[in-house]
C-alpha cells in the first residue's frame, strides 16, 4: 500500500483517508451500529468482517505507516494480539522501562509457562541487537513510558533476527507522525488509539499496522476469535480525532518544548525528562529518530512525594488525571500507582495539550510555588 496514494503528505492523509467516494456518499463515515449485514458481497458478521467505521480508522492509520492496519477495542488488546502470534516456550524481550500493561501481560504469560520474559534497557543498543538474534517477540517501546528514554529503533530494526521473529513497537507515544518504525523494518506497529489519535480522552481504542500479510491475517484472526473488536461510536470518535492530529500534536509538542525548558531552569524542579532537552540522556538519538520530541514530559521535584502530590492538587488548568495525548494537559504522581514504586518518588509524568502555553507555564509554576510554601 502507497504512503499516500496521491503524494501528499501525512498531515494531508489524515484529512483525505477514510472517506467514501461513491457520489452521494456522506463526506464523513457515519457510526454505522450493525453486528450482521445482507449476505451477498462477503460482509456478512461484523466481528469477523468489520464494518466501514472501523475501516476508516484502518485506512488512515495503515496509510499513515505505510502498512495494513486492523483496529482493536484498546491499545492492550491490539497488543494481546500481537502476544496471541507467540509459540509455547516463546522468547520474549522487553524493555527496562515500558507501558505497565505490557509488562503484566508478558509476566502473566511467563508466569503460566507460556513464555519466558527478559529486559533489557532501552538504551542498550548492542543489548537490543543481540536479543534480535535470540528473541522470538521483540518489543520496543519508545519513546518510553514514563522515563522518555529513545531507543535506536533505526539500528536495532535493521539488526539480524531469528527466523519468524516479530519485531513490535509500541508507537503511541510517537504517533506515525513522528516516528515510522515500519520504515526502520519493524514488523508491526502499535498504537493506543485511547491516546493521541483519538486524542480528546472520550474512548478506548487500538490499531495494529503490518506490511506483513500472513501477520496481517493471523492479528485479524485473533481479533475475531478474541471478539476484541473496536466499538463503533469509538471508532467514529478515532477517526474524528484523527483529522486534527497534525494541528494537535505540532501545537502541543513546540508548548512541551518551552515549558520543558522552563521547568529546567526552575529552582524547584531537581531533573526534566524531554527528549527536546539537550540534557536528556537519549537526546542524540531523538534527534536522529524522531521526527518531533512529542508532548510528554516527565519531571522530579525538588522534595519528596508530598510535595508532588501537592503540586497535583494545586494545578488548575492542567488536570490531575492519568494518560495522555489529549486537548487537555494532564498531569500525574506516577509512583503513587502499584506497581510503578520503583519510579522516583516526585517524578510528575505531564501530558501537554493545547492549551496556551504561557497559561500552562503559569499555572504549573504557581502550583509548584504554592506547594512549596
Ligand atoms: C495507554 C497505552 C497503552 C494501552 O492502551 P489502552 O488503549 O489503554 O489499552 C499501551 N502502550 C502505551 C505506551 C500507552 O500509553
Not at 524547584?268 to 508532548?295: D, E, M, N
Not at 521535584?301 to 502530590?309: K, N, P, S, V
Not at 487537555?328 to 501537554?352: C, D, F, K, W
Not at 496556551?356 to 506547594?371: G, K
Request: charged residues 20%; aromatic residues 6%; hydrophobic residues 45%.
Amino acid at each position: 500500500m502507497e504512503k499516500s496514494p496521491s503524494g501528499i503528505k501525512l498531515e494531508s492523509w489524515l484529512v483525505l483517508a477514510g472517506r467514501a467516494s461513491e457520489p452521494g456518499a456522506p463526506l464523513n463515515v457515519p457510526p454505522i451500529p450493525a453486528s450482521n449485514f445482507i449476505i451477498g458481497n462477503g460482509r456478512e458478521y461484523a466481528r469477523g468482517d468489520g464494518t466501514p467505521s472501523w475501516e476508516a480508522l484502518e485506512d488512515i492509520v495503515g496509510g499513515l505507516e505505510s502498512g495494513r492496519a486492523l483496529a482493536f477495542s484498546s491499545g492492550m488488546a491490539a497488543i494481546a494480539a500481537v502476544f496471541d502470534q507467540l509459540s509455547a516456550g516463546a522468547v520474549v524481550v522487553l524493555p527496562d522501562d515500558c507501558y505497565q500493561g505490557v509488562a503484566s501481560l508478558a509476566a502473566a504469560g511467563a508466569e503460566r509457562q507460556r513464555w519466558s520474559v527478559q529486559r533489557v534497557a532501552l538504551d542498550d543498543t548492542d543489548g537490543w541487537i543481540g536479543a534480535c538474534g535470540v528473541a522470538d517477540l521483540i518489543w520496543l517501546e519508545s519513546p518510553s513510558n514514563p522515563l522518555l528514554t529513545v531507543a535506536d529503533l533505526e539500528t536495532i530494526c535493521a539488526a539480524p533476527r531469528k527466523p519468524g521473529a516479530i519485531l513490535a513497537v509500541d508507537n503511541t507515544f510517537a504517533t506515525p507522525l513522528n516516528q515510522q518504525p515500519l520504515d526502520f523494518g519493524a514488523t508491526v506497529s502499535v498504537q493506543s488509539a485511547t491516546k493521541f489519535i483519538g486524542g480528546h480522552s472520550d474512548l478506548l481504542g487500538g490499531v495494529a499496522t503490518t506490511r506483513d500479510e500472513a501477520l496481517w491475517q493471523a492479528l485479524k484472526q485473533s481479533r475475531t476469535l478474541t471478539g476484541a473488536t473496536p466499538g463503533t461510536l469509538e471508532a467514529f470518535l478515532a477517526v474524528r480525532g484523527a483529522r486534527t492530529l497534525a494541528l494537535r500534536l505540532q501545537r502541543a509538542q513546540q508548548t512541551a518544548m518551552m515549558l520543558a525548558e522552563r521547568l529546567e531552569a526552575h529552582p524547584l524542579v531537581s531533573r526534566v525528562r524531554y527528549p527536546g532537552l539537550p540534557s536528556h540522556p537519549t537526546h542524540a538519538i531523538a534527534r536522529r529518530v524522531l521526527k518531533g520530541f512529542g508532548t510528554i514530559i516527565s519531571f522530579d521535584l525538588r522534595g519528596g512525594a508530598e510535595f508532588a502530590d501537592r503540586v497535583c492538587q494545586n494545578v488548575r488548568l492542567v488536570r490531575h488525571a492519568t494518560s495522555l495525548g489529549a486537548v487537555e494537559s494532564t498531569m500525574e504522581r506516577r509512583a503513587a500507582i502499584p506497581g510503578q514504586e520503583h519510579l522516583p518518588p516526585s517524578l510528575l509524568r505531564l501530558s501537554v495539550g493545547i492549551e496556551d502555553a504561557d497559561d500552562l507555564w503559569n499555572d504549573l509554576d504557581s502550583a509548584i510555588r504554592s506547594a512549596a510554601s
